[in-house]
């Protein structure tokens, strides 16, 4: 290690001010402090500093997104032989969806990562670590068939108009990969929706079906038909996004967020109350076969799960304080029910659900911190008579 | 009919009843559950060795506020008392020497800023006499006057912006914190010893000048009596993690600073400095100081002076190698040379390594040596551990990201990220509003400990804090 530490250290001076490669300073710094903590130390104000930093935080956000991406991989081509009627052997599942999941990462990340070097030599920043996070997100919500240009369509569009435009990582309104997912339902709504994609080349006489639109059929047909399981919906052996499906690996992701203090479990459960909440009052009315489904079902279905861990939680684009995030997650579960329920012609209400709620976010918050400004001045007024 | 009975002042209450209602009333501990404890290697032994130190430099800029303008030239002879420099817009605020000797030399920096007033003890320790007197005998304005003569006003100081206090200024109440929760802070249980009869005359002079209430705040864990039976003053207890010691967080919790209001506060050892001047009649500047951290070989407490030279101290005492010296604690002290000074409010010197250095994936390594207030570290697998921490700042300066951190370690009902953007946008309606008077930068010390983010959170609020002194003035 010491001969790179050299090695970094005797072309450094070319990156900075003056040298020879000035306009690639963000992207060195990027690579050096990839491979080495900065040598920087405080010197006013706190003269420790907490070991943890942005790389540790968005690192470790990733590693609660493996499960879900893991488990995703091996679904893309278990729903793929399924469909074919073909009994395949385990490797055979997970390397045809490695074939499918790498290159739609790889795209995401590449396209991702270069913008973003892009605007921090612009800015003269360093390179956030938020896209770390971003790029394995935007996969995750994709269907597995997706072609490529359109990863790094989206992908280029979240980055550039959902962050770059507001200041980049921290000054974002929108979360960047529903951006992503909302830009592709919204342009290309033949690929991202329907009985079609969400099972990678698929055999045309098999369904195909999620249960989100199995559910949205059952308003048109009186009942609702589920193929697969509760229990089946839990472990995530159903079409849909990549790492959407599975509600168990993902709460080993929130494990994961939770336990390391990362991600927000007061967020994670008003989401979960709102949407038990608004699928039990549903379910109360009944006036058609969807609000019939249990309300539980709505929790494993579609992207509840996922966006409940992982998108609702965004720190950048979530409610604040800790009031807020209660507020917050409430009205993203309550929404999300509600859209999926009542508006069928945009059956993932989860992600319309979130980014409502991002744009709402700072108004709950000023509520919040305005309650806190009148008790401080409530407290002032028996001092001045 | 029992009511009537017990309200009429005429009928006093049985004398048991009175007793258990004071009883009932008076331990009321306060629990704080934010915070944090760090827990850090070097913790000084109680044990006390005398030192006499020969090199003395007052540092105007100990004194947030104060304008210096010079009383003495090199080589002036001086004495414990004599004046050295006086605040150029509050002219009775006198600053004089904490000892007798030779004015050796007079340090300007940048625009002659006044830096360091060095002076050297001629080891007479020669005292003026302003005459000792029982505080109960005089007149505020005769305790106040003999105070800013004498030098030894300075240790109080007000709150909101943590300035030397007005003395034209009424305040609203004063508060000693008689514990500090700071990592590696000195154990004033064991610092009062034998001083209980000036800290008493200095709480009596407190409770004569401020009108109102000297509140004592003790830990639950406070066992000195010489904390825990004084008179003239109420006692508040708290018990919880650091800040609890931290005299704004209890200020917030006893009786909160609104806009207008003025608080005023002191340590322990500031209170025996006011108690000596009147039981002696001299401006003593002796306190005990405690030498600690990682890189020290004997850690434990010292006699000095305030703005001692601190080699007496740390002089063989320190491991080889780069080290950090910190007059005061590691979360909010002064880094200092090691032929440098105590402050003048410090009553800690700690050493700490630099850390310097470069480390290979470090934010990717398990990292179960590494102290984090978050769980990302599989330092959680050892929860009593004590740590040497480094000055490293383990990372780089980024925008704010993260929510709700902040709010775990601040025991106040304040937004603190919301109170920091809004000094960050210079919106003093906003600044106000959110709570600005109730804070000092040390109440914000483990926010940017704990910060992700790695950006300097204290300066910004001595920077918010500024802005709102000058507009208010």
């Keep these: 290690m010491k001969a790179l530490r050299k090695y970094l250290d005797k072309i450094k001076p070319q990156f900075q001010k003056g040298g020879k490669f000035e306009k690639l300073h963000s992207t060195f710094d990027a690579f050096e402090t990839f491979l080495f903590v900065p040598d920087k130390t405080t010197f006013r104000g706190s003269h420790i500093r907490d070991s943890i930093d942005m790389k540790r935080t968005m690192s470790i956000v990733v590693i609660a997104l493996l499960p879900a991406l893991l488990f995703g991989i091996w679904n893309v081509g278990h729903q793929h032989f399924l469909s074919l009627g073909e009994m395949a052997p385990f490797w055979n599942k997970v390397g045809f969806g490695l074939l499918k999941v790498l290159p739609i990462i790889i795209v995401s990340y590449a396209t991702g990562l270069a913008i973003e070097f892009i605007f921090a030599q612009i800015r003269h920043h360093e390179v956030n670590e938020g896209f770390l996070v971003s790029g394995m997100l935007i996969p995750l919500v994709l269907p597995p068939d997706l072609p490529l240009w359109m990863v790094a369509l989206a992908t280029a569009f979240a980055v550039i108009i959902g962050k770059e435009v507001f200041g980049g990582t921290g000054m974002n309104i929108l979360n960047p990969a529903l951006t992503a997912r909302a830009f592709l339902f919204f342009a290309y709504p033949a690929q991202m929706s329907g009985d079609k994609v969400w099972i990678a080349d698929k055999a045309d006489a098999f369904s195909g079906a999620t249960p989100l639109a199995e559910a949205t059929a059952g308003i048109e047909s009186g009942v609702v038909h589920f193929t697969h399981s509760f229990q089946e919906m839990f472990l995530g052996l159903i079409p849909g996004s990549i790492g959407e499906t599975s509600t168990l690996a993902i709460l080993i992701g929130a494990l994961i967020l939770v336990f390391t203090g990362i991600g927000s479990l007061r967020i994670m459960l008003s989401v979960i109350a709102g949407g038990i909440f608004m699928g039990g009052i549903l379910n109360i009315f009944g006036a058609n076969a969807y609000m019939d489904v249990p309300f539980y079902y709505h929790l494993v279905i579609g992207g509840f799960a996922f966006g409940t861990v992982f998108m609702a939680t965004d720190p950048v684009t979530a409610a604040q304080t800790n009031k807020g995030k209660i507020i917050y997650g409430f009205l993203i579960g309550l929404m999300a029910v509600l859209i999926r329920v009542l508006n069928p012609a945009y059956p993932e209400g989860m992600m319309l659900a979130i980014l409502l709620m991002n744009v709402f976010a700072p108004l709950i918050d000023h509520y919040v911190v305005e309650a806190n400004i009148k008790r401080r001045l409530k407290r002032m007024k028996p001092a001045k008579a | ?473």
């Design chain 2, 1 to 473: 009919m029992h009511k009537s009975k017990y309200l009429s002042k005429s009928i006093p209450l049985p004398t048991k009843t009175r007793l258990s209602v004071i009883t009932r009333i008076m331990p009321k501990t306060i629990k704080l559950t934010k915070g944090l404890d760090i827990r850090l290697k070097g913790a000084a032994e109680k044990k006390i060795e005398q030192l006499a130190p020969s090199h003395f430099a007052m540092k105007p800029t100990d004194f947030t506020g104060v304008f210096p303008r010079l009383q003495v030239k090199e080589g002036d002879t001086v004495k414990a008392g004599t004046p050295v420099f006086i605040d150029k817009y509050r002219e009775n605020l006198v600053f004089t020497s904490p000892v007798s000797g030779k004015i050796a030399e007079i340090k300007r920096g940048d625009k002659r800023v006044l830096l360091e007033i060095r002076i050297e003890a001629d080891g007479r320790n020669e005292r003026l006499d302003f005459g000792a007197a029982d505080p109960g005998t005089l007149s505020r304005e005769q305790l106040v006057e003999k105070m800013l003569v004498s030098g030894v006003w300075p240790v109080i100081r007000q709150r909101p912006y943590g300035i030397v206090a007005n003395p034209d200024h009424t305040p609203k109440a004063v508060h000693i914190s008689a514990f500090d929760t700071a990592p590696l802070a000195p154990d004033y249980d064991f610092i009062v010893n034998g001083q209980g009869r000036h800290f008493q005359t200095g709480l009596d002079v407190l409770a004569k000048l401020s009108n109102g209430k000297v509140n004592m705040n003790i830990s639950s864990k406070t066992r000195a009596a010489e904390f825990t039976s004084v008179r003239n003053a109420d006692i508040n207890t708290f018990s919880g993690p650091h800040p609890a010691g931290n005299v704004g967080v209890q200020i917030h919790h006893i009786d909160p600073i609104n806009k207008g209001d003025v608080v005023w506060f002191a340590g322990v050892q500031d209170v025996i400095t006011i108690g000596k001047l009147f039981n002696e009649g001299t401006y003593d500047a002796s306190i005990v100081a405690a030498l600690a951290g990682s890189e020290v070989k004997k850690p434990q407490y010292y006699r000095t002076m305030r703005s001692a030279a601190i080699s007496g101290m740390v002089e063989g005492n320190v491991n080889p190698g780069e080290q950090r010296y910190i007059s005061g604690n590691v979360l909010t002290g002064m880094a200092i040379r090691p032929d440098n000074y105590l402050g003048f409010y410090d009553t800690m010197v700690t050493v700490i390594p630099e850390g310097n250095y470069h480390e290979f994936i470090g934010w990717a390594l398990p990292g179960f040596g590494k102290f984090s207030f978050s769980r990302a570290f599989f330092s959680w697998l050892t929860p009593g551990k004590e740590y040497k921490l480094d000055t490293n700042l383990h990372g780089g300066e980024r925008a704010y990201v993260m929510t709700g951190q902040f709010e775990k370690v601040l025991p106040m009902d304040i937004y603190p990220l919301q109170l920091i953007k809004a000094i960050l946008a210079e919106d003093i309606d906003l600044m106000e509003n959110l709570g600005i008077y109730e804070v000092e930068p040390e109440d914000f010390a483990l926010c940017e400990f704990i910060d992700t983010s790695k950006t300097e959170i204290q300066s910004i609020v001595r920077k918010g804090l500024e802005i709102m002194r000058k507009e208010m003035s």
